[in-house]
């Protein structure tokens, strides 16, 4: 391919790319997020479980687990068949919660409890699949990619809450009114599932800038693409397999780590704090208001909207941080919001809960993109691929660590 054929390529349908990387990220958080946005569903059916906390314990092992595994053997994974594996889990686990409700008729029990449960675990191993085969797939082409599928993640959670809120306000707080919203919020998660299984299949691989930079990742020695490749109509790859073996050795994953061991640490630290906070504490310990039942809604519904905000900050040169310095005394210095929140749940009022979540909001969303598209700067592409991988099981780790230690809050309070 000469250069002459090659610039029309590399731009040629970037801002469609854009829209469908943002949506995909939609995708990716946009069945869990239905599932806690309407935990106060749960709450009313199942009062003695803890279905906040027990749901996220219950998908992190899973994602966490998966994960693993699917970075350590990255280089042999097909991520087409990688990614429509997750995309399609997540149409059928979402498909299945609508089942058992309607199955049940909405009644609460055990074993009712228990398949939520089992979907919560099967949200778990898609969303490892998604996260870390799409942050991977994208860490070899433009930063505006990742930097929108990473919106996109927060953007589902900024769209469940605006739907929640709006189902709240629409159906009184009655058992049939919670049962309703939460009918209305699967019957579309599943519909989107269902488009993101068909975009990522029929429309993302053929877009010229994707193919672009799918060959030159190709020509770099990377085996994971052949198949998307493929679908996008580019069949040349089977007469470079013998070249490949010719390509200098890619790093390995335990010198991509030793390298990046900073970032993994930042993406670790990052969702340890968020996840201690959000969204268990503020459902249950949020201090003095007025805005009674509203209020949890009000303020998850802040995070989500800033945590949106905050990812595309970096859109902007001047605002984005470069530095990987800087980027982790930001980090650290983030963990002042423990104290803040605690001594704010004691003695402050509603409107410096709201500031206080909004910066959390902000900050999350702002570091995360800062990191994951810093971090593959200088590698080739499968070892962008890798690092890519390998930055997201840190973050899951973090939403781990962060999940287990919000139970803390809890230490004192009769439970």
């Not at 997540?90 to 089942?99: K, W």
């Not at 029929?202 to 693409?225: D, H, L, M, Q």
Request: glycine share 10%.
């Amino acid at each position: 391919m000469d250069n002459s054929s090659d610039v029309p390529a590399r731009v040629q349908g970037k801002y469609l790319a854009i829209f469908v990387c943002w949506l995909l990220g939609n995708g990716c958080l946009f069945s869990w997020n239905s599932m806690l946005t309407i935990e106060d569903y749960y709450v009313y059916l199942f009062p003695k479980y803890h279905p906040p906390r027990v749901l996220t314990l219950v998908y992190q092992p899973f994602a966490v687990g998966t994960l693993a595994i699917l970075a350590y053997n990255e280089a042999k994974i097909n991520t087409r068949i990688r990614n429509l594996f997750g995309y399609t889990l997540f149409f059928i686990s979402t498909l299945l919660v609508l089942i058992l409700d309607l199955a049940t008729s909405g009644k609460g029990g055990l074993g009712t409890y228990i398949g939520i449960c089992a979907i919560s675990g099967a949200f778990g191993v898609a969303d490892a699949h998604v996260q870390g085969g799409m942050v991977g797939d994208l860490s070899y082409m433009r930063q505006e990619f990742i930097q929108s599928f990473l919106a996109g993640l927060a953007a589902s959670g900024a769209l469940t809450s605006a739907l929640r809120l709006i189902t709240k306000a629409a159906f009184e707080n009655s058992k049939d009114g919670l049962r309703k919203g939460a009918i209305l919020f699967f019957a579309i998660s599943t519909f989107f599932e269902l488009v993101c299984v068909l975009l990522y299949a029929f429309v993302f691989p053929k877009i010229p800038i994707v193919k672009y930079y799918r060959s030159k990742a190709a020509s770099e020695g990377s085996k994971t693409v052949s198949a998307d490749l493929a679908a996008g109509g580019i069949e040349t790859l089977s007469e470079e397999v013998e070249g490949y073996e010719k390509q200098p050795e890619r790093k390995g994953i335990q010198q991509l780590l030793l390298e990046n061991m900073d970032y993994a640490l930042d993406m670790f630290l990052i969702y340890t704090l968020t996840l201690s906070i959000f969204p268990g504490f503020l459902s249950e310990d949020t201090g003095s208001h007025s805005l009674g039942t509203w209020y949890a809604l009000v303020l998850i519904a802040m995070y989500n909207v800033c945590d949106l905000i905050g990812r595309y900050i970096p859109l902007v040169k001047k605002l984005k941080l470069e530095s990987r310095k800087l980027i982790t005394i930001m980090i650290l210095c983030r963990f002042l919001l423990v104290p803040a929140f605690y001594f704010t749940a004691k003695y402050g009022d509603q409107g410096w809960m709201i500031f206080l979540t909004s910066f959390l909001g902000l900050s999350n969303g702002y570091l995360t993109v800062c990191v994951l598209t810093s971090a593959p700067k200088g590698y080739k592409g499968p070892e962008q691929n890798a690092l890519g991988n390998l930055l997201v099981l840190f973050l899951l780790g973090g939403i781990f660590a962060g999940v287990t230690l919000d139970w803390l809050w809890l230490i004192g309070k009769d439970w």
